[in-house]
């Protein structure tokens, strides 16, 4: 499947990011645990160069928990500070905020040495579109007592969130754009929602799906209809429509109506918890 897309406002929201990326110590970056290499956007090494980062592993609740493990391990050894995460849940924002203490303690430490008191870190999320940035700043707008307002020098209307003694976030992500290097990344992104759905043809994504599940573990539809290893996928898929009642007159499936309840019973995590990418598979 080839899929090709470029959302026509991220040349403006590209030029606002760097504006932002100035004004800020640490950047946060938001990548979807279910498929840590292809939600990320690598020209971000290069954007925010020279800046403290994080990584946040977001939808973590969604992707297979002994591959979370996996990925916090590869990130650790990289010497990368990572985090697993559902941003949805505010009980996170705590977790995060020491993480994020753990990344500045030691430019903290550099500015104290050099006289500078007190001079909070200001961070700022970034990520590619759905990843979570909105969720992930409103669990912690939620739990800040208050927005700490304009500050002098800073772009008019850029407003702070406090995330605890030492940091500030700004209220608005950043926003990188999906990188398509080869065809797995544009179909590992359909696959989990993150392009639009109006320029991905469902039923072809949905068998996609039944390859790729397959592969990762054999059967993984079998509690809910029935069909062997030796089934194509798209028998796979007319049985799942069958199982889910997507038939037409005279008893056939309608594999566009089955494609669709597949594509959303995946997405909502009822089929299962999957990751897509292994550490070992491709590295960052
Ligand atoms: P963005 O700013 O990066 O574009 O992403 P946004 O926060 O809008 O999140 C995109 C969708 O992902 C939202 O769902 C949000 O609820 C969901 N989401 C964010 N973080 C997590 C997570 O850690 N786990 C899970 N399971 N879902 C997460 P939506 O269906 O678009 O909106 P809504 O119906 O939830 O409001």
Same mark, same amino acid.
């Given at each position: ?5 470029? /959302?026509?406002?991220?040349?403006? $929201? ?21 498929? @840590? +290499? ?27 928990p $002994?591959?979370?493990e ?7 050894e ?5 985090? =697993? ?9 705590r ?35 759905? +990843? ?8 912690? $707008? ?9 500050? @002098?020098g ?17 209220? %608005? /992500?950043?926003? =990188?754009? /999906? ?29 996609v799906?039944?390859?790729? =599940? ?18 194509? %996928? ?20 309608? /594999? ?14 009822? =089929? ?13």
């Amino acid at each position: 499947m080839k899929i090709q897309w470029y /959302p026509g406002h991220m040349t403006k $929201a590209r030029r606002e990011m760097q504006q932002n990326m100035k004004l800020v110590d640490l950047v946060i970056e938001i990548i979807d645990a279910r498929i @840590p +290499v292809s939600s990320r956007n690598p020209d971000i090494d290069e954007l925010a160069n020279g800046k403290l980062r994080l990584v946040i592993l977001n939808k973590a609740d969604l992707a297979d928990p $002994a591959s979370n493990e996996r990925w916090e391990a590869y990130f650790k050894e990289k010497g990368i500070a990572s985090v =697993l995460t559902d941003a949805r849940n505010t009980a996170n924002v705590r977790k995060i905020s020491k993480k994020i203490e753990e990344v500045s303690r030691e430019k903290v430490e550099r500015d104290r040495k050099k006289g500078i008191q007190n001079r909070r870190i200001r961070a700022m999320v970034v990520g590619i579109p759905n +990843v979570g940035k909105s969720t992930l700043i409103n669990s912690f $707008a939620g739990k800040s007592s208050a927005k700490t307002g304009n500050k @002098p020098g800073v772009t008019k209307g850029t407003q702070w969130i406090r995330l605890n003694e030492q940091a500030d976030l700004l209220d %608005t /992500p950043g926003m =990188l754009w /999906p990188k398509f290097e080869d065809e797995t990344v544009g179909e590992h992104l359909a696959l989990i929602g993150s392009i639009n759905d109006e320029i991905v043809d469902q039923t072809e994504l949905a068998l996609v799906l039944i390859r790729s =599940l397959e592969e990762i573990k054999s059967g993984f539809l079998s509690e809910r209809c029935e069909y062997t290893a030796e089934n194509t %996928t798209i028998e796979i898929l007319e049985a799942y429509g069958r199982s889910r009642g997507c038939l037409v007159r005279g008893g056939n499936v309608d /594999p566009d109506r089955a494609a669709i309840l597949l594509m959303t019973d995946y997405r909502s995590g009822k =089929l299962g918890r999957y990751t897509l990418e292994q550490p070992e598979d491709k590295k960052f």
